[in-house]
């Protein structure tokens, strides 16, 4: 493969990340609601560091170098998921705020 064909199938990825990560992050709108409607924090280190060894494990067993790569931006998803779901929770609104963007 040459370069333009392999930047192809990177932007093509690059697709396909971002529909799932939005896809994602209007799932973590409807956990603000829960949350909000239950009073729990937004925080939750025991699930995050669930989720972190699963797609780290996952990230290991095709490519052990990509471990540490999948720990970092999975601490970056973290971050956003949270700041999110605060800014959601701040306004009242659970998922609906996301669907008016």
Do not use: P, W
Request: glycine residues 4%; hydrophobic residues 35%; charged residues 35%.
């Amino acid at each position: 493969m040459n370069l333009k064909e392999i930047r192809e199938k990177i932007d093509a990825l690059d697709e396909r990340i971002t529909d799932l990560f939005c896809e994602r992050m209007r799932l973590c709108a409807e956990v603000a609601e829960c949350k909000a409607n239950n009073g729990a924090q937004v925080s939750d280190a025991k699930r995050e560091g669930e989720i972190l060894v699963r797609v780290v494990n996952r990230a290991g067993r095709t490519d052990e170098a990509m471990s540490e790569h999948v720990a970092a931006l999975y601490s970056s998803i973290f971050k956003q998921s949270r700041s999110y779901q605060v800014s959601l929770m701040e306004r009242g609104k659970g998922e609906k705020a996301y669907a008016e963007k």
